[in-house]
C-alpha cells in the first residue's frame, strides 16, 4: 500500500479524511429528493460525519478487520493533498433531517470487505 505522506502535521502524520459509507450518502440522496419533492430549495450540501480518521489509522483497522499485515511503502508528500479534510454536515443534517448511521470506520470496513469477498466468490463459481 503507497501511502503518500507521513510528515503532515497530524497526529500520526498521515492525512485525515472524513469517510462516510455509501449506504449513508445513498440515504442522504434519499432524504434530498423528498425535501425536493416537498417543495424545498436545491441547494449544494455537506455530506459527512465530522470526524476524522488518519490513513494510519484505517491501514491498522483494515489489518485488524482482516487479520492480516498490509505492507505499507512510504512515499513523498502530494503538495496538492491537504493534511485534513473532514465535513461540517451540519446544514446538511439540519435540511435533510438526515444523521449517518453505518459510517464508522468498524463498519464501513466490515461491508467493503464483505462485499469483495461475494464479489470474488461470484467470479469463482
Not at 470506520?105 to 469463482?124: G, M, P, Y
Request: glycine share 8%.
Amino acid at each position: 500500500f503507497e501511502l503518500y505522506g507521513m510528515d503532515l502535521p497530524t497526529r500520526d502524520g498521515t492525512a485525515i479524511r472524513d469517510y462516510i459509507h455509501v449506504v449513508d450518502t445513498a440515504q442522504a440522496h434519499i432524504c434530498a429528493l423528498k425535501h425536493l419533492l416537498d417543495g424545498g430549495e436545491s441547494r449544494a450540501l455537506n455530506l459527512g460525519t465530522g470526524r476524522g480518521v488518519t490513513i494510519q489509522e484505517l491501514v491498522l483497522a483494515v489489518e485488524k478487520a482482516t487479520d492480516r499485515s498490509i505492507p505499507v511503502e512510504p512515499m513523498a508528500g502530494r503538495p496538492e493533498d491537504p493534511p485534513e479534510l473532514v465535513v461540517d454536515s451540519s446544514l446538511g443534517k439540519k435540511i435533510l433531517d438526515w444523521q449517518p448511521e453505518l459510517s464508522n470506520t468498524e463498519i464501513i470496513i466490515k461491508t467493503a470487505l464483505h462485499w469483495h469477498t461475494a464479489q470474488v466468490k461470484s467470479r469463482e463459481s
